[in-house]
């Protein structure tokens, strides 16, 4: 069995399945989805981030005095928001999926709507999905720094997950296998 990692998500079918990719082997495989505990790892971080801001939030009332200070504890706890996201945007990801895949073989007009749906969804999620993470969390941590309020960290470390979720995805990789799928240079499984 491949690990999630080394594969390529291609098409994704809502609350069901991803189908996946491997360049090596050049195989497809069928991953179920598991919400449950990839929602349940986002709630988990978002409850560490609040109990984590309410703690910073009580050392930050004993450097509230001090400017210099108060913005390398803001950037700090910024760095570890970053941080938390990546790791968490990490096991978010590999558990979303069922840990035993289901290797599948996909006729070319199969192959070809799965493509073409797979390109949808992808400009979707990158340019959209993408677009309103970052700037979601730019917006949030810029607000953390202009009103040194760290209750913004919650909204920049969600934003920032999903970013990273999609970095994990390798969105160049997929683009370029799901358009060699289209015009056919990816022979039939």
Request: glycine residues 6%.
């Amino acid at each position: 069995m491949q690990k999630i990692d080394k594969l390529i998500p291609i098409y994704r079918e809502q609350k069901a399945y991803t189908i996946f990719y491997d360049r090596e082997h050049h195989k497809f495989y069928k991953f179920q989805h598991q919400e449950f505990y990839a929602i349940l790892i986002l709630i988990i971080y978002s409850l560490a981030i609040l109990g984590g801001i309410y703690l910073a939030n009580e050392i930050f009332l004993y450097f509230s005095f001090a400017g210099n200070v108060v913005i390398m504890f803001l950037l700090t706890c910024i760095g570890i928001v970053i941080i938390g996201s990546y790791f968490v945007a990490k096991m978010y990801y590999r558990s979303f999926y069922a840990q035993k895949p289901r290797e599948i073989f996909l006729n070319r007009e199969s192959m070809e709507t799965y493509a073409r749906k797979g390109i949808q969804q992808y400009r979707v999620s990158i340019y959209a999905g993408g677009g309103l993470s970052v700037l979601m969390a730019l917006i949030s941590f810029i607000l953390t720094l202009v009103f040194a309020r760290l209750d913004f960290l919650v909204l920049g470390g969600l934003g920032i997950t999903n970013t990273f979720h999609l970095l994990f995805i390798k969105p160049f990789t997929t683009q370029k296998i799901l358009k060699q799928m289209v015009h056919n240079e990816i022979n039939d499984s």
